[in-house]
T-cell receptor, first 111, second 115 residues
Framework: GQQLNQSPQSMFIQEGEDVSMNCTSS?????WLWYKQDPGEGPVLLIA?????ELTSNGRLTAQFGITRKDSFLNISASIPSDVGIYFC???????????FGKGITLSVRP | DTAVSQTPKYLVTQMGNDKSIKCEQN?????MYWYKQDSKKFLKIMFS???????INETVPNRFSPKSPDKAHLNLHINSLELGDSAVYFC??????????????FGAGSRLTVL
């Protein structure tokens, strides 16, 4: 089945730094989603991408749908302590496919 | 007003017991899901219902039985609980029949601990 690869498992950055996270696959995806999970909460959608090459921003977050349709990245600029959490990428291969999740990256931000 | 609400948020029980987790969504979505998140934070789909019809049933033990009395509710009943069932269970919903191009809205999760 399709797999989405996210690494490393954990990232540690200083407050104010920018951070970039990648999500890659050997399969082609038609939709890429980025979710954030705060401790003790459910995942919340950050950005949805529907077209290859699409670049979308949401505040300090920017995500891109890779041209090959096999990858996506999420950038967080000027990180703040509340950016801590687990960041999941997720993808769909088609209109009736199941949503596939990556294993997530746990982000820690040092004040 | 919570969009996807699950109860209880925490559940601690003994091995062998039967327990249920309830989920309700007020988004008017057609499709609801149950996901299991293990200790490594991996999200694994268990079931999906569209308008009370089961459309996704992953390889899950028969001890797990979802029930959807109407399209706004999807409950999860677990029989003969085992230690390995300890996890956080997330309910989610989306518009449309399948995940499709429609994104999931998750509940806050129900942490099940089996002793």
């Amino acid at each position: 089945g399709q797999q989405l690869n996210q690494s490393p498992q954990s990232m540690f950055i200083q407050e104010g730094e920018d951070v970039s996270m990648n999500c890659t696959s050997s399969s082609i995806f038609n939709t890429w989603l980025w979710y954030k999970q705060d401790p003790g909460e459910g995942p919340v959608l950050l950005i949805a991408l529907y077209k290859a090459g699409e670049l979308t921003s949401n505040g300090r977050l920017t995500a891109q749908f890779g041209i090959t349709r096999k990858d996506s990245f999420l950038n967080i600029s000027a990180s703040i302590p509340s950016d801590v959490g687990i960041y999941f990428c997720a993808g769909l291969t088609g209109a009736n496919s199941k949503l596939t999740f990556g294993k997530g990256i746990t982000l820690s931000v040092r004040p | 007003d919570t969009a996807v609400s699950q109860t209880p948020k925490y559940l601690v029980t003994q091995m062998g017991n039967d327990k249920s987790i309830k989920c309700e969504q007020n988004l008017g979505h057609d499709t609801m899901y149950w996901y299991k998140q293990d200790s490594k934070k991996f999200l694994k789909i268990m079931f999906s219902y569209n308008n009370k019809e089961l459309i996704i049933n992953e390889t899950v033990p028969n001890r797990f039985s979802p029930k959807s009395p109407d399209k706004a509710h999807l409950n999860l009943h677990i029989n003969s609980l085992e230690l390995g069932d300890s996890a956080v269970y997330f309910c989610a919903s989306s518009q449309g029949r399948a995940s499709g191009a429609n994104v999931l809205t998750f509940g806050a999760g129900s942490r099940l601990t089996v002793l």
